[in-house]
């Protein structure tokens, strides 16, 4: 179903049902025995959510033929190159001083239970209020406890959240390690552009940004995109992505960010992969994916 201004999801339907995947992409990674990521949360809260192809995927159901379209591994290491590169992020940041992190729609990131934050340090946490209940009794009922100060914003990004962040107990005047992980291109291309106004407006100097983007979201209309689609709705699996996404021109986000005084650092995920030490694909879906960039900035002003 196409996105509409005001539409609605929870983490089954829609737009949420993706971060209900990507978590369990994050299960594969952490069961996978090269040990790149480790969630211990990621395969039960997908179990909670229910989605059959992601409970299934979890618990190791899905037939995995030599040569097929469905391979645990390439799905499990494509998230723990993007999960650890976001991890280090918020580490590194709040390894230098840093004090408070916001993660922008954070579906069921596990961060702020997982992550071994230095003391003192609030996460706080953006997304509707039906997902970050949703998440904040599973965990709960799991046992897990918070390893950070968590303070959840339970607000839609196309609402006023900067207020809801600072009713919640934010300080723009603190410097601020945020991720817009897996987001941009669920935006409008204007709402893009708004976001990082708004990030930039609410950041002291000193603060920290990480995003993947890629340049052109034709690549989940193209030929490559729709014969992996439909070898895996064949699998059962009925989340499309590119019916999701706002397409169209939109921001370089290195150039806007550098431009509204960001110091921008940009990595292609090839780069990432051989950091990990793995192999990027060569095959049509990989290469489709080549222009793929996961980006790092700093609000110069104070030593980082």
């Known amino acids: 179903m196409a996105r509409t201004d005001s539409d ?31 969630d211990p949360w990621a395969a039960p809260l997908v179990r909670a959510v229910g989605i059959d192809f992601f409970t299934r995927m979890v618990d190791g159901d899905i037939p995995v033929v030599e040569g097929g379209e469905y391979d645990p591994d390439e799905w499990g290491h494509g998230m723990a190159v993007r999960t650890r590169f976001f991890d280090e992020h918020f580490l590194s940041a709040t390894r230098g001083g840093i004090r408070q992190a916001v993660i922008l729609a954070a579906g069921l990131d596990s961060r702020a239970y997982r992550l071994d934050w230095p003391a003192g340090t609030v996460v706080y946490e953006v997304d509707l209020p039906d997902v970050i209940d949703f998440k ?19 607000v839609d990004l196309r609402d006023d959240w900067p207020t809801a962040l600072r009713a919640a107990g934010f300080d723009p005047q603190a ?21 990082f106004d708004t990030i930039t407006s609410l950041s002291a ?3 920290r940004v990480a995003c993947e983007f890629i340049a052109d979201t034709s690549v989940f209309a193209g030929p490559e995109w729709r014969r992996h689609r439909e070898k895996m ?10 019916e999701l996404i706002y ?3 939109r921001s370089h986000v290195i150039e806007y960010l550098t431009d509204t005084g960001w110091t921008v650092t940009g990595r292609p995920v090839r780069e990432l992969y051989a950091e990990c030490g793995l192999e990027y694909g060569d095959d049509e879906l990989a290469v489709a994916f080549d222009d793929l960039t996961y980006l790092s900035a700093v609000l110069p002003g104070l030593p980082v």
Request: no cysteine; proline share 6%; charged share 15%.
């Open 8 to 38: 609605s999801w929870d983490l089954a339907t829609s737009v949420g049902a993706t971060a209900t995947m990507v978590a369990a992409q994050r299960a594969l990674a952490s069961a996978a025995p090269d040990n790149l990521i480790d």
């Open 205 to 207: 100097p000193g603060s």
């Open 247 to 249: 397409h169209g021109e």
């Open 136 to 154: 904040t009794t599973t965990l709960g009922d799991l046992g897990a406890k918070p390893t950070a100060i968590r303070r959840t914003v339970a």
């Open 233 to 242: 709705a064949a699998l059962g699996a009925d989340v499309e992505i590119g």
């Open 175 to 195: 410097p601020t390690v945020w991720s817009a992980e897996g987001l941009l291109i669920y935006l409008q291309p204007e709402a893009q552009d708004a976001l």
